[in-house]
């Protein structure tokens, strides 16, 4: 008797990921996400004159902070909730967890990335383009993508939509606010004085503080290498683009596995 050939690693990425994107083609919330980003690549049209080459970068960088990373987390979020009726049968299938959840975590990374891309739209139309601009929408890319990914992980643990909602709610503010709120309090102590690789470091693992910075070393040059403020930090000055990068991957890749570690749960459960 013949044995049952199961499919490969990648036919089953495949199919997830065409689901994926089948599925948020009926979601309504993807469509509020990409009107959003829309809007918010708008914004640099207010500046008046010349200077729009210079002020996009403030604008999209803003619009990040404080609405296109929490519009991708919830994303995310919505998008491990939406697997809920069917969960059992998924996971239940031969090939396992992992080859599911790659195509799925892809897709959803590609989308959000993707939609990103239509911040730069309206200020290359109106001749800003820049490589400035590039390097903020490439951010803003990546910065979305790995918040989303966050947002899938969060759902694949916590199965209530409204616990999941004031979780995300949650990381996106400590994100944001917490780290930052944190450092502030703490940068005048004689610890942090004696220790500032220590400090800086807290701050250049965030990957919303660290986009942040990033856009000020490279757009504005506003570093502030010429201030005894440890080695860590010069390195940072020269290599702003480079680490940012580096944080966002190992941020989606660490997502991706306690979204794996917790849909395993789920499976066992």
């Given at each position: 008797m013949?044995?049952?050939r199961?499919?490969?690693?990648f036919?089953?990425?495949?199919?997830?990921?065409?689901?994926?994107?089948l599925?948020?083609r009926l979601?309504?919330?993807?469509?509020a996400?990409?009107?959003?980003?829309?809007?918010?690549g708008?914004?640099?049209?207010?500046?008046?004159g010349?200077?729009?080459?210079?002020?996009a970068a403030?604008?999209?960088?803003?619009?990040v902070?404080?609405a296109l990373?929490?519009?991708?987390?919830?994303?995310g979020?919505?998008?491990?909730h939406?697997?809920a009726e069917?969960?059992?049968?998924?996971?239940g299938?031969?090939?396992?967890?992992?080859?599911?959840?790659?195509?799925?975590?892809?897709a959803?990374?590609?989308?959000v990335?993707?939609?990103?891309?239509l911040?730069?739209?309206?200020?290359?139309?109106?001749g800003?383009?820049s490589?400035a601009?590039?390097l903020?929408?490439?951010?803003?890319?990546?910065v979305?993508?790995?918040?989303a990914?966050?947002?899938?992980?969060?759902?694949?643990?916590?199965?209530?939509?409204?616990?999941?909602?004031?979780?995300?709610?949650?990381?996106?503010?400590?994100?944001?606010?917490?780290?930052?709120?944190?450092?502030?309090a703490?940068?005048?102590?004689?610890?942090a004085?004696?220790?500032p690789?220590?400090w800086?470091?807290?701050?250049?693992?965030?990957?919303l503080?660290?986009?942040?910075?990033t856009v000020?070393f490279?757009?504005?040059?506003?570093?502030?290498?010429?201030i005894?403020?440890?080695?860590?930090?010069?390195w940072w000055?020269?290599?702003?683009?480079?680490?940012?990068?580096a944080?966002l991957?190992?941020w989606?890749?660490g997502?991706?596995?306690?979204?794996?570690?917790?849909?395993?749960r789920?499976?066992?459960?």
């Open positions: 013949n044995a049952v199961l499919p490969s690693f036919a089953v990425a495949g199919a997830a990921a065409g689901r994926e994107w599925s948020h979601n309504r919330f993807f469509y996400h990409v009107a959003l980003v829309s809007a918010a708008l914004l640099p049209l207010l500046t008046p010349e200077a729009l080459v210079s002020g403030w604008w999209l960088l803003h619009a902070l404080y990373s929490l519009s991708s987390l919830l994303l979020l919505s998008s491990a939406a697997e069917e969960f059992a049968w998924l996971l299938q031969p090939v396992g967890v992992a080859p599911w959840l790659a195509g799925k975590a892809a959803l990374a590609a989308m990335a993707g939609a990103s891309l911040l730069a739209a309206p200020v290359v139309v109106a800003g383009a490589s601009l590039a903020t929408v490439a951010g803003a890319a990546g979305s993508a790995t918040c990914l966050a947002g899938l992980a969060l759902g694949f643990w916590i199965r209530d939509s409204v616990r999941g909602l004031m979780a995300a709610l949650g990381l996106w503010f400590l994100l944001l606010f917490g780290v930052d709120l944190l450092l502030l703490t940068a005048g102590s004689p610890f004085q004696q220790r690789d220590l800086v470091g807290s701050l250049m693992a965030s990957p503080d660290a986009y942040r910075v000020l490279t757009v504005e040059r506003a570093a502030f290498s010429g005894n403020a440890g080695a860590l930090t010069t000055v020269g290599h702003a683009p480079a680490w940012l990068a944080l991957g190992t989606g890749a997502s991706v596995a306690m979204a794996w570690l917790g849909a395993s789920r499976m066992e459960g």
